[in-house]
């Protein structure tokens, strides 16, 4: 099964098109757990028990889970292989270097941890995105427009050739998807660039859209702005709300609530019956 079958069906199965970020902070972390890898774990399996039936997918960020070290890793391996074996992970880690590099990045990600996508950085051009891409059973998912403060910095320069830089790794996105793998990063924040950048890869590729929440994206603008014709393929990710909705023992009544309210809003907006 594809990355984008398996989405598909999770997506059918929930009738939701929202993806939980698994982003785990000590100084988060309700009170009464011990904040420690062991209160991590703790926290993070109830966060899955309590919402894998309102999500598409969940997104573990590795950089919250690598600051633990060794025990870290261990933790991210535990809590990918408890997510019910239904639901995608897109695993948030940004790699992308040159390409000898890249296949070992790739091996790590989806042949030991063993997830459904992951996130990739392109600055250095198709050579570190290829060993990634290499796997057509798995989703990468390529950083376009970021939902970032500085992102303006390198992604909206106007290049000589025309356009800006955002625009050319749409484009260029789209000439490597030869296994049909390939999806996108656009921010919740860029609403008219989220659309535009939809009419331009057309309707097969899915948009993963971070930022609604805390960092003021709007669920239903993006939701519009991000889904291709038949209402689809527009992944809403959600970390700090979500995860951090209760700040004592009752989170794990507090995180589905809230993500209750942002599915059903979804279903508003896509008829999702």
């Known amino acids: 099964m594809t990355f984008k079958e398996k989405l598909l069906k999770a997506v059918?199965?929930?009738?939701?098109?929202?993806?939980?970020?698994?982003?785990?902070?000590?100084?988060?972390?309700?009170?009464?757990?011990?904040?420690?890898?062991?209160?991590?774990?703790?926290?993070?399996?109830?966060?899955?028990?309590?919402?894998?039936?309102?999500?598409?997918?969940?997104?573990?960020?590795?950089?919250?889970?690598?600051?633990f070290g060794v025990d870290g890793l261990l933790l991210l391996k535990n809590i990918i292989a408890y997510i019910p074996s239904e639901i995608p992970i897109i695993l948030d880690a940004k790699r992308g270097d040159i390409g000898n590099t890249s296949r070992m990045y790739a091996r790590a990600a989806f042949d030991y941890l063993g997830v459904d996508a992951i996130t990739v950085n392109p600055y250095m051009g198709y050579d570190c995105v290829k060993p990634f891409l290499d796997y057509p059973n798995k989703g990468v998912f390529i950083l376009c427009l970021t939902s970032n403060q500085s992102a303006n910095e390198f992604q909206k320069?106007?290049?000589?050739?025309?356009?800006?830089?955002?625009?050319?790794?749409?484009?260029?996105?789209?000439?490597?998807?030869?296994?049909?793998?390939?999806?996108?990063?656009?921010g919740a924040t860029k609403p008219e660039e989220l659309a535009e950048l939809r009419a331009v890869v057309g309707?097969?590729?899915?948009?993963?859209?971070?930022?609604?929440?805390?960092?003021?994206?709007?669920?239903?603008?993006?939701?519009?702005?991000?889904?291709?014709?038949?209402?689809?393929?527009?992944?809403?990710?959600?970390?700090?709300?979500?995860?951090?909705a209760g700040k004592g023992t009752d989170f794990a009544d507090k995180s589905p609530a809230e993500c209750l309210r942002l599915v059903t809003a979804m279903r508003s907006v896509l008829n999702l019956a």
């Not at 902070?25 to 309700?30: A, I, M, Q």
């Open 12 to 67: 059918q199965k929930n009738r939701s098109w929202l993806c939980i970020g698994l982003d785990p902070d000590l100084g988060k972390l309700p009170d009464h757990l011990d904040k420690s890898t062991a209160g991590i774990e703790q926290f993070l399996k109830t966060i899955i028990d309590s919402t894998h039936d309102l999500v598409c997918a969940y997104k573990p960020n590795s950089a919250f889970f690598e600051q």
């Open 157 to 186: 320069q106007q290049l000589t050739i025309g356009g800006m830089l955002y625009q050319q790794v749409a484009k260029t996105s789209l000439s490597w998807n030869v296994n049909d793998n390939v999806c996108l990063v656009i």
């Open 203 to 244: 309707d097969n590729i899915p948009i993963l859209i971070p930022g609604v929440g805390a960092q003021g994206g709007d669920l239903e603008l993006s939701l519009k702005s991000g889904a291709n014709v038949k209402g689809e393929l527009a992944i809403i990710n959600v970390s700090r709300s979500a995860l951090y």
